[in-house]
């Protein structure tokens, strides 16, 4: 009789199905905390990148009246009391927070006739021209006032500084100039329609004693004046005099040595007569606007390797109105205040934008920035003053700066640049992530140059050739060998391999030629030789065989290297004559690019080194795991062990090689400590072999710890590390595509 079985043998405990559920649930629950937590990173950095791409906002903070016309105005670092002066020996003090006028008179004016004036923001000096010919200045200081650890105001006082006179015989003074490095000064005045004199100044003392000024030279350059002057301007730095015709020709004059010398002259806007001609922070660019409210910015910098810096126009910006024109310029950044009538401007001449514009309800007549960049004040005609405030943390930052070419100061044109600290204060901040991104792919290019070959061939030799005993130990090691800390290959590459190969390029050139033409020879002399003799060797243990030969090219190739060296790679010296055999010499010289000891081919080698256990590991187990029936029916057919991994293996395990692939790519790209330590580290753009890089990566772990945070230049870190991750999400995606349809294409593995 048929025995029936039990059914409740088929039925799963209870237990065992909640645990099911249970951990179900668990992986779901995990799953779901790993996407929100990586878009919860994805959105922090959001956060800190997108104040970087608006624009600035201004607000209306004060209104008062100054009591007079002011022809001059000046304000305190922080903003809060402007002052005003124009003319006489009367200064107007006014206090933002309550509209209180205070009055200072300064005793050394009374009775002059003052018929020139101008301002320099930077130093808060007045400097002044008589009706005598007699030139001075005097200082505006402020001094912070504290209650107990809280700020209640500022305090100024007015300091005057020395009489000088000039070589122009006594004549008026029509308009005057003044510009102080801190070290050297240099002041030019105009007193005839075509007539300009000056005077070169050394600042000496300053750390103990106090500052004095010590006349060095006066002079006369009328004679190099060919048209009746329309405007007058030295440079902040003192370095620099532009004097503008009637007919809107620019005249330039460097301070040299105890002088000053014509080096220029140049005619912006084809002729048009030039309204207004204001330097910016730092003093190596102007801004010009003509007559019609177009502006340009014009900046010095050597148009042809073997000349002195001249001025060249470098920048367009969108027009201004035609009346009224103001300027002023920011003491911290390369930002400036532009305007005409009531409509006014902020814009920065790095980036080449308006930052803002809006129109106010003045008609103003002067304009200056606070040192802090905070705020700034407008006053018209009739002495009615108005303070805004800034709201623009990150005028340098926007599309064009980050991805786009930027002509910088002292450029020859536009670049691509990330240099993002330097040693002044009107260091023009460049921070453009192409040559970031560009490093990041071109050290990853190398180090796949020279782990893919090797890891896909000891791969497939692995899987398909070699000795399952030597297998076994072969593979553990090439694993092992991924644990070997980054830090420690980057520390070889730098102070071990890269001193090593600088003075063995020619040996390296030839091992990799010798080497893999040695492995080819061998195998067809072995493939060659009878039968009887290579069935005595096992399948797949013919490397016994081919190790010998290449280690004995290989020390062939390393010790011909300095005779190839000496044949081919000899360097001449342009003066003396003498030819070195040097390769690290004759490169630039031949190719006209750069021989750094920290380079590409350094960080080829041991990225390489690093990336192959990754590649070989995930390959082997893809060309081991294809389905040994298909081998064994291919090899049932007649063919070879060469024909059986062509068309039956690398097909088949397509998939899973495509796949080793791109995480290999995916280490190389996010390598930090060796790209950090084996490369120099240099933010450059060329694919020259022997030249170094920076990558996205290690851009982030050098120079995040010192950012300040909020800056541009923090938020541009974080900015590197989204389009990093962009990187590798794009190309990752892509990878998987085509995985997915290799493996769609064979549906095996």
Known sequence: MKQTPDPQRFEVAKATLWFDRLMGWAIKFVGVSVILAVFGIFCFIGKEVLPIFRGGKVEKAASLNAGMKPLVMGVDEWGEMPFFYSGGARINFVDSKNAAVAVQDVPELNGLSVTAYAHDPLRNRVAIGLDDGRVGSFLVKYERVYEGDQAVGVKPTVEMEPWLSLPQGGMPIRALCFGDSG?????????????????????????????????????????????????????PNGQALLIADQQGKVTYFQAAGRTIVERQNFTPFGGQAIA???????????????????????????????????????????????????FAMSQRDRSFLSGAGRVISLRHSTSGTVRWQGEIDVAPISAVIDGKGRSFWVSSAAGEARRYFIDDPHPDGGARAFFGKVWYEGGAGPVYQWQSSGGSDDFEIKLSLMPLIFGSLKGTAYALCFSVPVALAAAIFSAAFLPLGMKRVIKPTMEIMSSL????????????????????????????VLMPAAALLTGYLWCRLP???????????????????????????????????????????????????????????????????????????????????????????????????????????????????????????????????????????????????????????????????????????????????????????????????????????????????????????
């Not at 330097?279 to 050597?302: C, H, K, M, N, P």
């Not at 800390?485 to 050139?509: C, E, K, N, Q």
């Not at 080194?609 to 893809?622: G, K, L, M, R, S």
């Not at 049932?636 to 397509?654: D, E, H, I, K």
């Open 183 to 235: 070290r050297y000064a240099l002041l030019a005045a105009q007193y005839g329609e075509r007539n300009v004199a000056f005077v070169r100044m050394a600042i000496k003392g300053g750390m103990i004693g106090e500052k004095r000024r010590e006349v060095l030279a006066t002079g006369d350059i009328s004679s190099e004046i060919t048209g009746d002057i329309a405007l007058l301007r030295v440079s």
């Open 276 to 326: 207004q001609m204001d330097f910016l922070f730092g003093g190596d660019s102007v801004i010009l606007t003509a007559g019609d409210g177009t502006q340009e910015q014009w900046s010095l910098y050597r148009q042809r390797v073997d000349e002195k810096r001249i001025f060249g126009r470098v920048k367009s910006f969108a027009a201004v109105g035609k009346e009224g024109k103001i």
């Open 485 to 512: 800390p980054s830090v420690v290959l980057g520390f070889l590459a730098g102070l071990w391999l890269a001193p090593l190969l600088t003075d063995r390029v020619p040996s390296v050139m030839l091992m990799v």
């Open 531 to 749: 039968l009887a003799f290579r069935h005595r060797f096992e399948g797949g243990a013919e490397w016994m065989i081919l190790w010998p030969v290449l280690l004995l090219v290989g020390y062939l190739g390393w010790w011909c290297g300095p005779i190839l060296e000496s044949w081919c790679f000899v360097y001449t010296d342009a003066e003396t004559g003498r030819k070195v055999a040097d390769f690290h010499l004759w490169w630039p010289q031949v190719t006209g690019t750069s021989f750094q000891q920290r380079n590409s081919l350094v960080l080829g080698f041991i990225m390489g080194f690093a990336v192959i256990p990754v590649i070989f590991t995930i390959a082997e187990d893809a060309l081991s795991n294809v389905p040994k029936n298909l081998t064994a029916a291919a090899y049932a057919l007649g063919a070879n062990r060469w024909q059986v991994v062509c068309s039956v293996m690398l097909p088949v395990a397509a998939s899973g090689i495509f796949s080793a692939l791109m995480i290999g790519f995916g280490r190389a790209v996010g390598e930090t400590m060796i790209m950090v330590m084996a490369t120099g580290n240099t933010p450059m753009m060329e694919w020259n072999l022997f030249s170094g890089m920076r990558t996205l990566s290690a851009n982030l772990a050098v120079e995040l710890p010192e950012a300040a945070v909020g800056s541009t230049h923090y938020r541009a870190l974080f900015l590197g590390a989204i389009v990093l991750f962009a990187m590798t999400f794009v190309l990752n995606t892509v990878a998987e595509v085509l995985r997915q349809r290799l493996r769609e294409k064979y549906k095996i593995v």
